[in-house]
């Protein structure tokens, strides 16, 4: 399975943009990247997900590079509510048909005033 | 549009007593996983259901674990006896077609076993 690598803990200050990265250099050229959140006693909550183009919706930005071997997740203006570990998941097949998200250790980023 | 339930959110046992918890899927999601997650670490996959079939259960202890989805919408996790290592949240989540094309898992909020 494609590996990720994302630093352990971030700070942001309220209002700013979040970056939070992403390594995931031994990625397939069909296997999509996923960001997912984790506020915390909740599941896991779906952000966005990318394939080669960057993506945007009305959570974050998606930021991928040409080579597909990292990818930028953006708050564009973090608030305390986004506290939360946020996990870098890339999508793998199943043997046997569909596919599967491997949650690694993720990133917990504290958003403060 | 209700999101996926779990129940109990929390449970309480001593070691070797049986445990069960329940998910009850999105309407319409075909494709059900339970996943354990220990402090600190990630959601880690346990079994994934295609409607009632098991599909991949790999990861399942199957000494002491087992889980079911008769009629292809509600499932059970079960286990028994518990032991200490088993405290860990346990997550539900559903999909439709086992993310066949681009989509997404929804979790539910989890049920936290404490194994005294």
């Known amino acids: 399975d494609a590996k990720t690598t994302q630093p352990t803990s971030m700070d942001c200050a309220e209002g700013r943009a979040a970056n939070l990265p992403c390594n995931h250099s031994?990625?397939?050229?069909?296997?999509?990247v996923y960001w997912y959140r984790q506020i915390h006693s909740q599941g896991p909550q779906y952000i966005i997900h990318?394939?080669?183009n960057n993506e945007t919706n009305e959570m974050a930005s998606l930021i991928i590079t040409e080579d597909r071997k990292s990818s930028t997740l953006i708050l564009p203006h973090a608030t305390l509510r986004d506290t939360a570990v946020y996990y870098c998941?890339?999508?793998?097949?199943?043997?046997?048909?569909?596919?599967?998200?491997?949650f690694g250790t993720g990133t917990q980023l504290k958003v403060e005033l | 549009e209700a999101g996926v339930v779990q129940s109990p959110r929390y449970k309480i046992i001593e070691k070797k007593q049986p445990v069960a918890f329940w998910c009850n899927p999105i309407s319409g999601h075909n494709t059900l996983y339970w996943y354990l997650q220990n402090l600190g670490q990630g959601p880690e996959l346990l079994i994934r259901y295609e409607n009632e079939e098991a599909v991949d259960d790999s990861q399942l202890p199957k000494d002491r674990f087992s889980a079911e989805r008769l009629k292809g919408v509600d499932s059970t996790l079960k286990i028994q006896p518990a032991e200490l290592g088993d405290s860990a949240v346990y997550l539900c989540?559903?999909?439709?077609?086992?993310?066949?094309?681009?989509?997404?898992?929804?979790f539910g909020e989890g049920s936290r076993l404490t194994v005294l």
């Open positions: 990318g394939l080669k």
């Open positions: 031994t990625i397939s050229g069909n296997e999509y």
């Open positions: 998941i890339v999508r793998t097949p199943f043997t046997g048909g569909g596919n599967k998200l491997t």
């Open positions: 989540a559903s999909s439709w077609g086992a993310l066949v094309n681009t989509g997404e898992l929804f």
